[in-house]
Each structure stands twice: as C-alpha cells, then as structure tokens.
C-alpha cells in the first residue's frame, strides 16, 4: 500500500494542556472526565512510579504532561484492557505519579519476549512534537539483558530503567531528562 | 502470543512535523533532545492502544456554547468546527477520542496558571471533547477563541487557535496539535506555527470557513480535516485494537 496522505503536523501542547486532558488540574470541574493516573489494572503487583522531568539545564518541568500504556501483568492487551493512564508534573514540586501494576512480558516482531515495560509520552510547552520513551525496570536484570530495544540502545540504555525504592515496597523512581548528559533515550516508533 | 505483531508502521516524516528544537520558539532550546530518537520498529505495545467509548463522553462535552454555563451564553463568535478523520491510506478513523481545549473570546485560558489581563467568561471553560463516527466524521459547537499573548524571545502573540488531542486505535497514532483560523495575520508570525517547516504542512493546520455548515442565524463553521498515522497492513485476526 503507498500513502496517499500526509500526518497532520504536531503541535506543542503548551502551558494550558491540563484544561483539555485533566481539567480538575486546570480548576475546571467536569463530570465525567474519567481519565487519571491509575490504569484500570487489577490483577498483579500494585506499583506506583514517581519522578521528575528535568530540562537541558536541570531545571524540573512544572508544566508537563504524561500518558503510559502498558500490557497486563500476563503481557496481554485482551479486549477491554485499561492499561492507560494519564498525569502531570505537579505545579509545585515538579513530581509526576502513576498507580498501575507490574506489566508482563509483551511479544516482540519476531514472537519471542520483550522485557516489562510500558509506554512513556511526554508532552509539554517547548515540545513541538511528543517525546516517546519507555519505562523498563531495573529489577528485571535478566529479562532486560535480552530485550531488543534495550538491546538496541548504544548509550544510555539506564535511563530507561526505573528504580526500586529501597523505603518504599512496590515503588519506582523514574526521572526523565529532556536534554543534556543524562538525556533520557527517546525513540521514533 | 499474536503472531500478526510485525511492524505496522512507517516511522513518521520528521522532515514535515516540526523539529524538537526551533531556537525562534524560545522554550523548546531547553527542552528538546540533543540525541537523535532511534528507530525501533512497532510491536504490540505500539499498535494496541486504550479503546474510548461514548461512555467517555458527558452530555455536553461537544458544545462548548452549553458545558460551562452558569448564567447565559458564552461571550464570542459561536462558531461549529467539523471534520473527518482518515489515516495516511485514506480510511477513516472511527471512535477516534478527540480532546479540545482554548482560550475564550479574549484570548484567556480558564487555567489557574493564565494571569493575561483580558477577562474569564464565567459562561465559558474551554474545555470540550467528542469521539469520531464510523466515518471518520466529528463536530463540536464553540467560540472563536481570542489571540493572546506570550513570553518569547520578547513579548509575542499567538495566533486563534484551538488545540487538539486525537487518540486513534494504536498509541502509535497519539498526536496532539492546533489548527489555526483562515485568514489570520498573525499565523505567519507565529513561532510555534513556524516551528513547522515546510508551507504545505502549515496549510494542513488552517480550519478553512465552512459556510455549508453555518447554522442560519446562529453559528459560523469552520472545516478541520485530521489526518493520522496510518498502519501499513490490517490485522489479520482481532487485535485489540
Ligand atoms: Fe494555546
């Protein structure tokens, strides 16, 4: 098949985001927004994730806006699967939070196993176009070593791992670096 | 295991989205990656994506002239946006959540974080959403919003502009955008339009004035046409999708 149309270009989301993708954010109050930062998942391992987005200066970013999506604890996306979900930096202190479970092994192109992860979008003022990223985790060392995206990776393979909080049972820290040497690996899928 | 989990699709034209960074655009110095993205093909991760249903929807979310109502209609230009929804192969995209925010009638956003001088509207929030029909078709009622202005590189201003938020079947298809106004001076002095390169992409950002689809003394209309990224094959058995 060739292509008959071009994408509709990208376009930043800017500081205002929140008012159209979580209004109570923004101070607007609407019934049935029904999007937040806990995926439907149920079954597996509760984890919460928490970060910060910092910029090429190491500044955090107070205005970002975050979505994962990510398989089930089996690695399946069955029909009404709800492994989405939706946050944003927060205002004050720049942190992000996501409530979901440990996501299973996903099939890769060639059927064999792609590690744990879940999808990572960022959007944000000064974002032309959404950064895709994902979020692998580094207590998974041996599934990691034979994932091939990771894999693929020739630097910075690390800022993709989140870490285990050592206080805290079931919680990750992943911070994402938009520039700069600790840059976060981002990716054209 | 699916073994229908092959690439699906073509990585995006960089060349015609805007580039991460665009110095004129002066918060995107900070914030775009030094390191080039790298190419990874689809799998399921990509080509799944979460499915939204009109049980998303509230009894108003697609007329902004009514979801904010506190003592009358909004102050402004009711306009209806309308639209189809296809992907690079020309299909439309159906049950598509599209997500809308802007400024009101003078240029303010209802936002905690938006101190502009020009007045809220407390008829009017900004906020609105609708999903595609099986054809690929979408419509909203609103206001046209004001231009406003911002900090860039100096004091500078926005064109009217309506942001966008699109959720096609796979996350691969996740984009946000705007769409700007026919005939707006401004568009062409715009860094953020600008930031997109090529004139033919910015002629896709521009709703054109739809006068079939004003409503007799009532709302003007403007015309959107939204296209996704498309997936090279179908699926051969039923991928949640
Ligand atoms: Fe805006």
Redesign the interface.
């Known amino acids: 098949m060739k292509k008959q149309l071009k994408e509709t270009p990208s376009q930043t989301a800017g500081p205002y985001v929140h008012i159209g993708l979580l209004p109570d954010v923004a101070g607007i109050d609407v019934k049935h927004h029904g999007i937040t930062g806990h995926t439907g998942l149920k079954d597996g391992t509760p984890i919460t994730i928490t970060g910060v987005v910092r910029d090429g200066s190491g500044e955090i970013v107070k205005d970002a806006l975050l979505e994962i999506w990510q398989a089930a604890d089996d690695g399946q996306f069955a029909d009404g699967h709800n492994g989405f979900a939706r946050c944003h930096t927060d205002f004050e202190t720049g942190e992000f939070r996501f409530e979901t479970v440990k996501p299973g092994p996903v099939a890769w192109t060639d059927g064999s196993s792609q590690a744990p992860h879940m999808t990572l979008m960022i959007f944000a003022r000064g974002i032309n176009i959404h950064l895709h990223t994902r979020i692998y985790f580094a207590d998974e060392a041996a599934a990691n070593a034979a994932d091939p995206v990771l894999n693929a990776i020739t630097a910075g393979r690390e800022t993709l791992l989140a870490k285990p909080d050592t206080n805290s049972n079931n919680s990750y820290r992943f911070d994402v670096s938009l520039q700069g040497e600790a840059e976060t690996v981002f990716f054209d899928i | 295991?699916?073994?229908n989990?092959?690439?699906a699709?073509?990585?995006?034209?960089?060349t015609?989205?805007?580039?991460?960074l665009?110095p004129a655009?002066?918060?995107?110095?900070?914030?775009?990656?030094?390191?080039a993205?790298?190419?990874?093909?689809?799998?399921?991760?990509?080509t799944?994506?979460?499915?939204f249903g009109h049980?998303?929807?509230?009894e108003n979310?697609a007329d902004m002239l009514a979801n904010?109502v506190v003592d009358g209609d909004p102050v402004g230009e009711r306009i209806v946006v309308s639209g189809r929804v296809?992907?690079?192969?020309?299909r439309p995209q159906a049950g598509v959540l599209i997500?809308?925010?802007?400024?009101n009638a003078g240029g303010r956003?209802?936002?905690?974080?938006?101190g502009y001088l020009a007045p809220l509207d407390p008829n009017f929030?900004?906020?609105?959403?609708c999903l595609s029909d099986s054809h690929g078709n979408y419509s909203f009622r609103t206001i046209r919003p004001g231009p406003y202005p911002f900090p860039n590189n100096g004091p500078a201003w926005r064109p009217a502009h309506i942001?966008l938020?699109l959720f096609g079947a796979s996350?691969?298809q996740?984009?946000?955008?705007?769409f700007y106004f026919e005939g707006d001076p401004l568009i062409r002095h715009c860094a953020?339009?600008n930031?997109?390169s090529d004139p033919?992409?910015?002629d896709?950002?521009v709703a054109r004035l739809d006068l079939d689809n004003a409503v007799p003394f009532d709302a003007l209309a403007y015309k959107f046409d939204?296209?996704?990224?498309?997936r090279?094959?179908t699926p051969l058995d039923?991928?949640?999708g």
């Not at chain 2, 699709?9 to 960089?14: K, L, Q, T, Y």
């Open positions: 295991m699916a073994s989990t092959k690439p699709f073509a990585p995006r034209d960089r015609w989205h805007p580039k991460g665009t655009y002066n918060s995107s110095v900070l914030r775009s990656p030094k390191r993205l790298l190419q990874m093909p689809t799998s399921l991760s990509e799944s994506g979460p499915v049980d998303m929807l509230g979310d904010a296809l992907d690079e192969y020309a997500e809308v925010w802007q400024a956003y209802r936002h905690i974080r938006d929030s900004g906020y609105g959403r942001h938020s996350f691969a996740r984009l946000i955008t705007q953020i339009v930031a997109v033919a992409a910015v896709r950002l939204i296209v996704l990224r498309g090279e094959e039923a991928e949640h």
